[in-house]
């Protein structure tokens, strides 16, 4: 087992490949065993906040990044776990107060603003999640997940043209974002446009590269599914 104090980013990815075959029991020893070495480490409270995530025990999760914030009030994944944790627990008006303490302490953190925004999303508050993209946007202007969530927050709003009009040329530039190539699909579908839609999931199928992206295009392929597939 590594040492946690000499390789701190090696155990972390080691936590992550652990967690992406299944093996929460393993994953949960080892931060356990590194956490008794570097009980101070903000890094490896927020691995074990992973791990319970994992296993669907999110307040066990929420503490951990908790334990990480004590050391460390500005680390900025913590600040950014707790929200998404808060958020998935449909726990939202602590989640938005998170989010807006963590920007607080962290203004230029883009992925904050991101999370905030999809909260916003979330509640059909769509122009203040369009705010909130403009913030990330301002801070990093390549983040691109910030320009995915502004799109689907223009398709809620039924602006299909902007959002067509903002991500078809990051697409150009980026061919091989997931993201930004699934978002093109969705544009799409709202459009109407199925057969177009059906070309880019196809398309995402075939660079896809793990089951949450094959599941992502298969989604996508069944909503637009009453067009014949084309040759990839």
């Known amino acids: 087992m590594l040492a946690p104090s000499a390789h701190l980013p090696t155990l972390c990815f080691r936590i992550h490949i652990l967690l992406r075959l299944w093996r929460?029991?393993?994953?949960l020893y080892?931060?356990?065993?590194?956490?008794?070495?570097?009980?101070?480490?903000?890094?490896?409270?927020?691995?074990?906040a992973w791990v319970y995530h994992a296993r669907a025990e999110y307040e066990r999760a929420l503490d951990c990044c908790g334990e990480a914030l004590k050391i460390s009030?500005?680390?900025?994944?913590?600040l950014?776990?707790?929200?998404?944790?808060?958020?998935?627990?449909?726990?939202?008006?602590?989640?938005?107060?998170?989010?807006?303490?963590?920007?607080?302490?962290?203004?230029?953190?883009?992925?904050?603003?991101?999370?905030?925004?999809?909260?916003?999303?979330?509640?059909?508050?769509?122009?203040?999640?369009?705010?909130?993209?403009?913030?990330?946007?301002?801070?990093?202007?390549?983040?691109?997940?910030?320009y995915a969530a502004k799109s689907a927050s223009l398709r809620a709003l039924r602006r299909y043209g902007e959002a067509r009009h903002l991500i078809e040329p990051l697409v150009k530039k980026n061919p091989h974002e997931f993201g930004l190539r699934a978002e093109l699909g969705w544009i799409c579908h709202d459009e109407r446009v199925l057969q177009e839609g059906r070309n880019v999931f196809t398309r995402l199928l075939a660079m896809s590269q793990t089951p949450e992206e094959q599941a992502m295009a298969y989604h996508g392929l069944g909503w637009t599914g009453r067009c014949q597939p084309v040759e990839a």
Not at 24 to 27: G, K, P, S, V
Not at 41 to 46: M, N, T, V
């Open 24 to 27: 929460t029991d393993q994953a």
């Open 30 to 48: 080892e931060v356990r065993h590194a956490l008794g070495k570097s009980p101070g480490d903000p890094d490896l409270h927020l691995a074990m």
């Open 73 to 78: 009030p500005w680390h900025g994944q913590a």
């Open 80 to 146: 950014r776990w707790r929200v998404r944790l808060l958020h998935q627990m449909r726990r939202y008006p602590e989640a938005k107060t998170a989010a807006r303490d963590g920007l607080k302490v962290a203004p230029r953190e883009p992925s904050l603003h991101v999370i905030l925004g999809r909260l916003y999303d979330d509640r059909l508050e769509f122009e203040k999640a369009l705010d909130s993209f403009a913030d990330a946007l301002k801070v990093s202007p390549g983040h691109i997940d910030a």
